[in-house]
C-alpha cells in the first residue's frame, strides 16, 4: 500500500492485477486500484476533481482529467473517509500512476491540491 498526506488528507492505495481482463497476447494488462480518501482535518472537504498521469513502461504517458472520481463529488466529513475503486490499463506490463485532486474546504469554498502519491502497476510475474 502507498499512502501519503497533503493538507490534512490522506490517500491510501492498494492495486490489483485483473488478469481475467487482461490480453497479454494484445498488449493489454488492467488494472484495478482501490482508494481511501481520509479527512484527518477539523473541517470538511469536498472533492471537486481529480488530474492523472499514467505511464507505461515503453515512454507512452496519458493525462487524464475529470470531475469527480466515479461519478461523484464526495464530501468528507472531519474524521471519515471516502474509498472507491477504479481501474486502468496499460499497453506494457509495468507502469506507474500519480496526479492529484482539487479539493475544497466546504466552509469557506477554498480550494487546495492533495497529492496522489505515485503507485506502481505491475503483472505479478513480472516480480518472479
Known amino acids: 500500500m502507498v499512502t501519503a498526506t ?20 494484445n498488449a493489454h494488462f488492467m488494472f484495478a486500484y482501490r482508494i481511501s480518501i481520509e479527512n484527518l ?33 464526495p464530501i468528507i466529513e472531519p474524521g471519515e473517509s471516502y474509498v472507491y475503486v477504479s481501474g486502468c490499463n496499460l499497453k506494457t506490463e509495468i507502469g506507474s500512476m500519480r496526479g492529484y ?12 491540491i492533495v497529492d496522489i502519491p505515485e503507485f506502481e502497476l505491475v503483472v505479478p510475474y513480472k516480480l518472479n
Do not use: C
Open 101 to 112: 485532486y482539487v479539493m475544497q474546504r466546504v466552509s469557506d469554498e477554498k480550494n487546495f
Open 41 to 73: 482535518t477539523d473541517y470538511a472537504v469536498q472533492l471537486l476533481s481529480r488530474k492523472w498521469l499514467i505511464f507505461d513502461s515503453n515512454g507512452t504517458l496519458r493525462e487524464v482529467e475529470g470531475q469527480g472520481v466515479v461519478g461523484e463529488q
Open 6 to 25: 497533503t493538507q490534512g488528507v490522506k490517500i491510501s492505495i492498494e492495486t490489483i492485477y485483473q488478469d481475467h481482463q487482461s490480453d497479454w497476447a
